[in-house]
């Protein structure tokens, strides 16, 4: 088992929760070695290293951003490597709902690879203002508009915010989603899903769900499992910043279908064009994009129960 460590995560925690965890693995025996990593580029140079010492486990130590790097490192190496993670970061949606057998030292775990499940993995390519595209893989959501602003102002976050987010994450996360909404306007766009001609949308959100939790504890109720071969597509429609944030209240209840302002799909493909660069997020990082297309890779990655 390669842990691939993170010690940034959770506005720099991650260094003293992963002590507890590793005193933990060491007193119940587990045989582990560390790669400590601090770019994509790291990552992906320590799970092809991992590959060649003959580990068959890679665990994401850190937040949901170091499990997306880990993933795609798995991905683009074409291992069959089991994806595990130890969730040090502030939200951990990776590792919701949580489960009491799944903790250690306090802290939620994926560990067991004889509990390993073949998942479908979103592959989403963006494309820039300069025409540029990147790949990105994930396991989780992809999504735009309000939700990915927040995640942005998140992930950049003014004086008041980085002084939150090392006292009281859950109180950080409402401040940005607040400011969020303050400062939000609804995108247009056009969007295209499965084989369906583009349509242009007015929208406060969209959600392309492989998993129901986000932003560290609202979750969906649209259905969707990991190896169904498909993505929950939900949109928010345009509406007033007093019902967003009725929905976000909702949605920490886990409630969205049939309510006011929303729509559930499905689709195996998404494509996504704008007319000028809109945020979108895949698994908690942010870009500038001007489309993105996004598609289902059936059973791609095995995650570790």
Known sequence: M????????????????????EAALKNSGTVFDVARTRSVEEADRAVAGAVSQGHDVVVAAGGDGTVNSVLNAIVDNRTDVALGAIGLGSSNDF????????????????????????ADVGKATLTDSAGATRRRYFVLNASLGVVAQGNAFFNAPDAALRALKK??????????AL??????????????????????????????????????????????????GSFAVNVWEPMARRSIVALILALYRGQFIGREHTQAHRARRVRIVADAPVDFEVDGEVSKVRAADVEIVPRAVRLCG
């Not at 489960?99 to 030292?105: K, Q």
């Not at 006292?167 to 940005?176: E, M, W």
């Open 2 to 21: 390669l842990i691939i460590l993170n010690e940034r995560a959770s506005a720099g925690h991650g260094g003293r929760r992963w002590r507890r965890v």
């Open 95 to 118: 590792h919701r709902p949580f489960a009491d057998d799944r903790r250690l030292a306090g802290f939620p775990v994926r560990l067991d690879r004889a509990r390993a499940v073949c």
């Open 167 to 176: 006292t009281n994450v859950d109180l950080a996360i409402a401040y940005a």
């Open 179 to 228: 400011v969020s909404i303050g400062r939000f306007e609804p995108i247009a766009v056009n969007v295209s899903l499965d084989d369906g001609p583009l349509q242009p949308l007015r929208m406060t959100a969209l959600g392309i769900l492989k998993k129901i939790y986000f932003a560290g504890g609202m979750h969906y109720d649209t259905p969707v499992a990991a190896d169904d």
